[in-house]
């Protein structure tokens, strides 16, 4: 019977140690982007923040109106509520009713536009921007590059910070296509 068995695993256990222990001494380079800050300091990420509280601010004023006009028939039905026949109390009331309705509808049309708006805007800022970080990521020899925005890093050094690169590279390319 062959006993040698329990020295396989060790010895498999010791070569993928030395292994992690050669590859642990090697220098990994490391970069960072903050996709946020590209977003808000670009020339483009600051178009598509306009545009997008453009579409929120016209939406905001369509829901205002509405409520004005609710208001005006909740008004309406309180006060002249003694002097109304019954038929024309129904019939606010259903009015009433229909415009908060429509109210809703639209509230909630509204949002769900503003959000696939907002993805399909940023998916195509993302679409343009990281064929710049990593350029610049193979240009400068890095290993990995890391979204701050995305990482949950409590520190990082500020040389790895390639944001301000990218906002300047991203802002030449669109300039150059203008």
């Known amino acids: 019977m062959y006993r040698s068995s329990g020295k396989i695993p060790l010895l498999v256990l010791l070569v993928t140690f030395l292994a992690f222990t050669s590859f642990a001494q090697e220098s990994i380079k490391i970069g960072i982007v903050n996709s946020n800050e590209v977003i808000q300091k670009s020339t483009e990420g600051k178009a598509v923040m306009a ?27 309180n006060t002249q509520r003694l002097t109304l026949t019954q038929e024309s109390i129904l019939q606010l009331t259903s009015e009433l009713e229909r415009k908060r309705t429509e109210r809703k509808r639209f509230a909630e049309d509204s949002l769900r536009e503003l959000q696939e708006l907002r993805f399909r805007l940023f998916t195509k800022v993302q679409d343009e921007v990281i064929p710049i970080i990593e350029g610049l990521g193979k240009e400068r020899n890095l290993d990995i590059i890391f979204d701050l925005a995305n990482s949950g890093a409590v520190y990082i ?22």
Not at 60 to 75: A, F, H, P, V
Not at 157 to 178: G, H, M, Q, W
Request: no cysteine; glycine share 0%; net charge positive.
């Open 51 to 77: 545009q997008l509280q453009d579409k929120d601010k016209s939406n905001s004023s369509k829901i205002s109106t509405m409520d004005e006009k609710i208001r005006e028939l909740e008004t309406k039905l």
């Open 157 to 178: 050094n500020p040389i790895i910070d390639l944001t301000a690169e990218v906002i300047r590279r991203y802002d030449a390319s669109k300039a150059t296509k203008k």
